[in-house]
């Protein structure tokens, strides 16, 4: 009962919650699926008589409100730890910046290293007979947010699944500021990959999946291509897979109704699947809900590198967009134009390499079409671009894939990568390729061709 009286209290409109926030504060709005919906809306009403708020958050499902103000760079700034399309878009008009970091060090980062967020605003599932507000999809590094923001205001959404975890996946009502109950818009749902899978895709997939071993442990990243491969996994005769992923998609939804996940032969955490956040299609939504085989837990947790490592027959899958002859992988910009973030692609790619039976693969289409000109342009190239991050260096490279082929660049020097990278390009590609390569001194006379 007192939870419920404590509940009453706290409960507040939106307009009276955003007072909370100052000219020139650091401002939380959560992550993903849960950042504010009535809240930012009423925060942006305010607009005439802020300036220089600074707003952090991530992987934008939809356009926030304070983006739209009139001048709204002067007012508002955009802080992104993991940029999607939105933020992408909001770079040009000046309201949005990138904050490059491994994701896994963000908990940390919150309680050690950056101010603090002064006021921290986010969606959350409904109070629980506890006192207890669940953070939905987005456990992420919310604990580390609400242990060190002043005011803290959630937005109760009964559409949020109830995500159970193992720690740090929900915020306790006496530790909460303000409470606002929203409009109840359903989960934003991003595209599952439910469509037909393209050639290049399935011949990638098909590249990747031949390489699972039985009860391996799954970390898959975002994008039709995952997706895919996830597709053929469920559709496989695998048995007793795991997962300890980054980011749950809907691909892992299709494997484990599929029979296929038991977690069995994780050596903690057994018989539940792992992760850090969640953005998908209902059909994901629904099986997070109130599930006791999947576990929602601090990136810190789940992208640790020395957890992974002791994970045996780990298999790590991501994507690029551009590889260079020197095994450099950059995902996270085409030169100075930036794309998206480092996020846990390098944790996974090394704890994939140091676990028994580890494999980290890099996957990606062999050539892309300028979407511009409708050029065909290699995505293996001499060097990175001039201006491109590199999220992935020479050193942690383990398989690069293409639709042509797998190279394990491990152990190998410059002129055995630039052969066996040349020989999964694309072959309209490969003649110049072996140019550049010359010109750099990383071609052999002996070199295949």
């Given at each position: 009962?007192?939870?419920?009286?404590e509940?009453?209290?706290?409960?507040t409109?939106?307009e009276?919650?955003?007072?909370?926030v100052?000219?020139?504060?650091?401002?939380d709005?959560?992550?993903?699926?849960?950042?504010p919906?009535?809240?930012?809306?009423a925060?942006?009403?305010?607009?005439?008589e802020?300036e220089?708020?600074k707003?952090?958050?991530g992987?934008?499902?939809?356009?926030?409100?304070?983006?739209?103000?009139?001048?709204?760079?002067?007012?508002?700034i955009?802080?992104?730890?993991?940029?999607?399309?939105?933020?992408?878009?909001?770079?040009s008009?000046?309201?949005?910046f990138?904050?490059?970091?491994?994701?896994s060090?963000l908990?940390?980062?919150?309680?050690?290293?950056i101010?603090?967020?002064?006021?921290a605003?986010?969606?959350?599932?409904?109070?629980d007979?506890?006192?207890?507000?669940?953070?939905?999809?987005?456990?992420?590094?919310m604990?580390?947010?609400c242990?060190?923001?002043?005011v803290?205001?959630?937005?109760?959404n009964?559409n949020?699944p109830?995500?159970?975890g193992?720690f740090?996946?929900?915020?306790?009502i006496?530790?909460?500021?303000?409470?606002?109950?929203?409009d109840?818009p359903?989960?934003e749902?991003l595209?599952?990959?439910?469509g037909?899978?393209?050639?290049?895709?399935?011949a990638?997939a098909?590249?990747?999946?031949?390489?699972?071993?039985d009860?391996?442990?799954?970390?898959?990243g975002?994008?039709?291509?995952?997706?895919?491969?996830?597709?053929?996994?469920?559709?496989?005769?695998l048995?007793?897979?795991?997962?300890?992923?980054?980011?749950?998609?809907?691909?892992?939804?299709?494997?484990?109704?599929?029979?296929?996940i038991?977690g069995?032969?994780?050596?903690f955490?057994?018989g539940?699947?792992?992760?850090?956040?969640?953005?998908?299609t209902k059909?994901?939504?629904?099986?997070?809900?109130?599930?006791?085989a999947?576990?929602a837990?601090p990136v810190?947790?789940?992208?640790?590198?020395?957890r992974?490592?002791?994970?045996?027959?780990?298999?790590?899958?991501?994507?690029?967009?551009?590889?260079?002859?020197?095994g450099?992988?950059?995902?996270?910009?085409?030169?100075?134009?930036?794309?998206s973030?480092?996020?846990?692609?390098?944790?996974?790619?090394?704890?994939?390499?140091?676990?028994k039976?580890?494999?980290?693969?890099?996957?990606c289409?062999?050539?892309?079409?300028?979407k511009?000109?409708?050029?065909?342009k290699?995505?293996?190239?001499?060097?990175?671009?001039e201006g491109s991050?590199?999220t992935?260096?020479?050193?942690?490279l383990h398989y690069?894939?293409?639709e042509y082929?797998?190279?394990n660049?491990?152990?190998?020097s410059t002129?055995?990568?630039?052969?066996?990278l040349?020989?999964?390009a694309?072959?309209?590609?490969?003649e110049e390729?072996?140019?550049?390569?010359?010109k750099?001194?990383?071609?052999?006379?002996s070199?295949?061709?």
């Open positions: 009962m007192r939870y419920q009286d509940y009453k209290r706290k409960l409109t939106p009276e919650a955003v007072k909370s100052k000219s020139g504060d650091w401002v709005y959560g992550w993903c699926v849960t950042t919906v009535a809240l930012d809306r925060l942006a009403m305010r607009w005439p802020l220089g708020v707003v952090r958050g992987i934008l499902m939809h356009r926030p409100n304070i983006f739209d103000v009139p001048h709204a760079p002067d007012h508002f955009w802080n992104s730890w993991h940029m999607s399309g939105i933020e992408r878009k909001a770079i008009e000046g309201i949005a990138y904050a490059p970091l491994r994701y060090e908990p940390g980062w919150y309680r050690n290293c101010e603090p967020s002064r006021v605003m986010f969606q959350v599932a409904p109070m007979e506890h006192g207890y507000f669940n953070f939905g999809p987005s456990a992420s590094h604990k580390a947010v242990e060190t923001a002043e803290i205001i959630v937005e109760v009964k949020v109830v995500c159970q193992g740090d996946h929900c915020v306790h006496d530790d909460v500021t303000m409470i606002v109950e929203g109840n359903p989960m749902e595209g599952g990959g439910s037909v899978p393209s050639e290049i895709d399935m990638v098909k590249l990747v999946v031949e390489e699972i071993p009860g391996a442990c799954l970390q898959l975002i994008g039709s291509m995952p997706n895919t491969i996830g597709k053929l996994i469920a559709e496989s005769d048995k007793d897979l795991g997962v300890q992923t980054e980011m749950y998609v809907d691909a892992f939804v299709d494997i484990a109704k599929a029979g296929k038991t069995a032969k994780k050596p955490d057994r539940r699947q792992s992760y850090a956040f969640a953005a998908g059909k994901l939504y629904d099986y997070l809900n109130n599930n006791p999947c576990m837990a810190s947790y789940t992208n640790d590198i020395a992974i490592s002791q994970i045996d027959n780990f298999i790590s899958i991501n994507g690029a967009v551009d590889i260079d002859l020197y450099q992988v950059s995902s996270e910009s085409s030169g100075t134009r930036h794309i973030g480092a996020g846990g692609q390098l944790d996974f790619v090394m704890g994939a390499y140091l676990s039976g580890g494999k980290s693969f890099i996957c289409s062999s050539a892309v079409k300028d511009k000109t409708g050029e065909l290699s995505r293996i190239r001499p060097t990175l671009l991050a590199t992935c260096t020479r050193p942690n690069l894939v293409t082929g797998k190279f660049v491990k152990g190998k002129w055995e990568r630039a052969e066996g040349i020989n999964i694309h072959p309209q590609f490969r390729l072996i140019a550049a390569a010359e750099m001194n990383i071609w052999r006379r070199n295949k061709r």
